[in-house]
Every structure is written in structure tokens, then in C-alpha cells.
């Protein structure tokens, strides 16, 4: 079963065509959208699918990490250099699949801590002691394959 942009199960998937002329085609609006409107769907949790036009290919995966590298580029970036090279260290040890859902587990933590947080319902020290746990939690990860931060 192909993945979608989000967890919600009741709502039905968004299809969003991607044609080889690089052009987007939003299904459900019948018209064409760029990266920064997919953008916004996930942003707003639309759980969406994009395929290839073409050959019927789920590249969603492509088209998010597309939309990370933009992000990463422009701005503030999330991953600095060490970080990325850490994470490219993981493909094709014997880790890797592991890798993949600890990040998930952990930035599952932080979205579920983000809402009262913002909402101002939880005190800024215990999220600032629930991150040095998961900092310390990852380092001591990272360094059982002598990977350092």
C-alpha cells in the first residue's frame, strides 16, 4: 500500500499526478499545483499520493525529499552537514531499517508535544528536559556504531 502524507485513514487520499514535463496535476481540484501547494497539503496533514503520470510509480517519497531539499536550501536549514553525512552513513548497514524508525518514533514525540506546547500547556523546562532526554538518548544511539555529533 502506497504512503501517504498523512496518518488520517478516514480521510480519502489526495491524488496528485506528476507529468514528464515536470508539471503537477492535483486530482481532486483538476488543475495544475506547484511543490509549495504540496508543500501546504502536508502541512495541513491532506494525505496525499503522488504518482507518476506516466508509468503509475508512487514518488511521493521523491517529491517530499524534492520539497526538503528546497527548504534546506533556502533559509535556516534543519540538518547541518554532520547530521546529513551521519544519516548517509546509514544506508546499507545493518541498521538502516532501524534508523528509519527511531527517527519516525522520535519526531512522532516531538509533533505530539508541539500542540500543548505552542498551546501553552506545557511548561517550557519539562520540554526543554524531555529534548536534552532525546539528545542524549540519540548520541548514545549514534555513538553504539561510533558515529559522534
Do not use: W
Amino acid at each position: 500500500m502506497p504512503e501517504t502524507f498523512s496518518t488520517d485513514k478516514k480521510t480519502p487520499q489526495r491524488i496528485i499526478k506528476k507529468y514528464p514535463n515536470r508539471r503537477l496535476y492535483d486530482t481532486d481540484t483538476s488543475s495544475y499545483i506547484t511543490l509549495a501547494e504540496i508543500k501546504q497539503l502536508v502541512m495541513h496533514h491532506e494525505p496525499c499520493i503522488v504518482l507518476d503520470a506516466k508509468t503509475g510509480d508512487d514518488i511521493t517519497r521523491s517529491i517530499l525529499l524534492q520539497i526538503i531539499l528546497e527548504e534546506e536550501a533556502n533559509g535556516t536549514p534543519m540538518f547541518t552537514a554532520d547530521v546529513l553525512a551521519n544519516i548517509i552513513r546509514f544506508y546499507g548497514h545493518t541498521m538502516q531499517s532501524f534508523m528509519g524508525g527511531y527517527l519516525e518514533k522520535n519526531i512522532q514525540t516531538l509533533m505530539e508535544m508541539q500542540a500543548p506546547f505552542v498551546q501553552g500547556a506545557i511548561n517550557k523546562n519539562v520540554f526543554l528536559q524531555v529534548q536534552d532526554q532525546m539528545t542524549k538518548q540519540t548520541e548514545q544511539f549514534l555513538a553504539t556504531f561510533g558515529l559522534k555529533r
